[in-house]
Each structure stands twice: as C-alpha cells, then as structure tokens.
C-alpha cells in the first residue's frame, strides 16, 4: 500500500498568517492527490483535487502544488474559519490512503 | 442541492450485523460511482469501499473485505454497506461520498456513528 505522511502534525499560527503543510508519498502517485478540510463533527471538505486545482467554491487563498512524491497546500492569509485538520489523500491505486492529518490551531 | 443522507441503526454487539443506507437527491444518483469511507474515533479517514455508477465494479479494502458488502439501487437514489460480523475495531463515523470521473470525492453525507460493542 502507498503511505503518506504529512507534516507538520500539528500546526500553531495566527490569523493573516501564511502557512504550509507537507504531504510526503512512499512512491511516486503523479499528481493523483487531494487535500481535505475537517472541522470537529463535520464531514471532510474536497479543497484541492489533482494535486493543485482548486475545488470549486473553495476560496483562493488555499493552494496545491507538487508531483511525484511530494506535495505541499499553503493558505495565506489565514481566516478564523480556516483552523481545522487537514488531510492528504491519494488516489493513485487502491487501497486509497490519507496521511494521519495536520490539525491547525489557533496561536 | 446535493445531498446525502446516511441511516442505520447506531449501536451493535460484536458478530452482529448492521446495513447502513445512503440516501441521495439533488444529482443523477446513477452517473456517479459511490464511496463508504469510516473514522475511527481520533483517527484519520479510511476508503473502506467503492462501486461504480453502474454497479459493474466493487472494491473493498482488506480491512472489511469478505464481512462487509457494498451495493446500490440507482431506481431509489440509495447506496447501502451490509456489515456483517461486526468487530470493536469497526467502531466508527461512517460517510458515504459521491465520487466523480476523476475519482475525486467532491460531496459527502454528514456521517453516521456506529459503535460496536457488548
């Protein structure tokens, strides 16, 4: 099975500020990524498909990038709605794996 | 609107059985293929299962394959996860998510808590 691992796991930061989670693959998945955003008691929301598009509706201070085996979503300018955990997911073969979430909390 | 409404019965005993259901309005129910994915209490998310739009393709992970079994009724708009032989480790929220062509997950049920335990 394919292992993603992400880090930080746990992130402190500020309102306004810029902040990046990284998203390692155990082997090359292209660009066969997605990130997702939880908030407690709620379901995960899709925010970057293919590894950089932007899903729709979802503001464009959130960001992808990265191939391969490495990938990275960046929010700038963070808002108080955005302090959540985050969660990479690839789908480049089954089993589909997540790596074990980046919670984002307010400093 | 879309929306997707997961049902079932909340509390099991260990080797009991339990289907859950995933009601879904506001898309053409039968275009899309349909995914199950469970939390476990502070965990991360785990795909559990997977059918295609026309019922022609399934896929369970190890974890549940041989116990549980995913189908769908595209005349009632309705997915469905027949679990049988229930484990604690199956505790969990159970989603189900509508997958689109790129096999992106883009909308998903609030989620139903199933506890399994004697």
């Known amino acids: 099975d394919i292992q993603l691992t992400q880090s930080p796991s746990f992130l402190s930061a500020s309102v306004g500020d810029r902040v990046t989670i990284t998203c390692r693959a155990s082997q090359d998945i292209s660009s066969y990524l997605a990130w997702y955003q939880q908030k407690p008691g709620r379901a995960p929301k899709l925010l970057i498909y293919a590894a950089s598009s932007l899903q729709t509706g979802v503001p464009s201070r959130f960001s992808g990038s990265g191939s391969g085996t490495e990938f990275t979503l960046s929010i700038t300018s963070l808002q108080p709605e955005d302090f959540a955990t985050y969660y990479c997911q690839h789908l480049k073969t089954y089993p589909y794996t997540c790596g074990q979430g980046t919670k984002l909390e307010i400093k | 609107e879309v929306q997707l409404v997961e049902s079932g019965r909340g509390l099991v005993q260990p080797g009991e059985s339990l289907r859950l259901s995933c009601a879904a309005s506001?898309?053409?129910?039968?275009?899309?293929?349909m995914n199950w994915v469970r939390q476990a209490p502070g965990k991360g998310l785990e795909w559990i299962s997977f059918i295609s739009s026309s019922n022609s393709i399934k896929w369970h992970a190890d974890s549940v394959k041989g116990r549980f079994t995913i189908s769908r009724d595209n005349a009632r708009n309705t997915l469905y996860l027949q679990m049988n032989s229930l484990r604690d480790e199956d505790t969990a929220v159970y989603y189900c998510?509508?997958?689109?062509?790129?096999?992106?997950?883009?909308?998903w049920g609030r989620g139903l808590r199933v506890t399994v335990s004697s």
């Open positions: 998510a509508r997958e689109r062509r790129d096999g992106y997950n883009d909308f």
């Open positions: 506001g898309f053409t129910f039968s275009d899309y293929g």
